[in-house]
């Protein structure tokens, strides 16, 4: 996946709600904090990685998918 296909800012959001930190997060979904920075920063999430966070900050998937754009 890409920036485009998901809600990089609705993650950085949700943990930092939460008090977590990057690596907090890492820990708890056994991927590397690098992992976890690069998914925030929207340069690459897989769908598995996705379905562990929306998993972990107890959300649905469809939280953290991207909302397409309605032009008037």
Known sequence: MTGNDYNNKKLV???EDK???QQNVADSLRVSRFTVLRAEKG???SWKLLQSFAVFYKVPISD?????KVSA
């Open 64 to 68: 953290l998918l991207a909302q397409e």
């Open 43 to 45: 340069e690459s999430a």
């Open 19 to 21: 008090n977590l930190t």
């Open 13 to 15: 959001d949700l943990r």
